[in-house]
């Protein structure tokens, strides 16, 4: 499984970004999906995941109502849109496939990551 985010980058607070990731090597529409962060001498943490579907989705109180995650299974892609970005929100975001359709939130039921794109938000 190969999954390569994209879409990071600067941006003021307030500011939007919508990151991207690519699934290959799986039948990606069989498994759920998640975003995790890590910020500068932080523990990895989790964002957001999707189920199978996209039907379920769930969030990390710290994001709620300003992150959407979404996925296109007949690309093979799943996004986080990120809207009224905090300087807090500053992180490597990291997607993530857990070998499972139901959402997880637990960074050790995941089982192959991406890369990482950074995501940096100025004051």
């Known amino acids: 499984v190969q999954l390569q985010a994209s879409g990071g980058g600067l941006v003021q607070a307030g500011g939007s970004l919508r990151l991207s990731c690519a699934a290959s090597?799986?039948?990606?529409?069989?498994?759920?999906m998640g975003w995790f962060r890590q910020a500068p001498g932080k523990e990895r943490e989790f964002v957001a995941a999707?189920?199978?579907?996209?039907?379920?989705?769930y969030y990390a109180d710290s994001v709620k109502g300003r992150f959407t995650i979404s996925r296109d299974n007949a690309k093979n892609m799943v996004y986080l849109q990120m809207n009224m970005l905090k300087p807090e929100d500053t992180a490597v975001y990291y997607c993530a496939v857990p070998n499972r359709p139901s959402l997880v939130t637990m960074e050790n039921e995941y089982n192959y990551w991406g890369q990482g794109t950074q995501v940096t938000v100025s004051s």
């Open positions: 999707i189920n199978w579907s996209g039907v379920s989705r």
């Open positions: 090597g799986r039948t990606f529409s069989n498994y759920a």
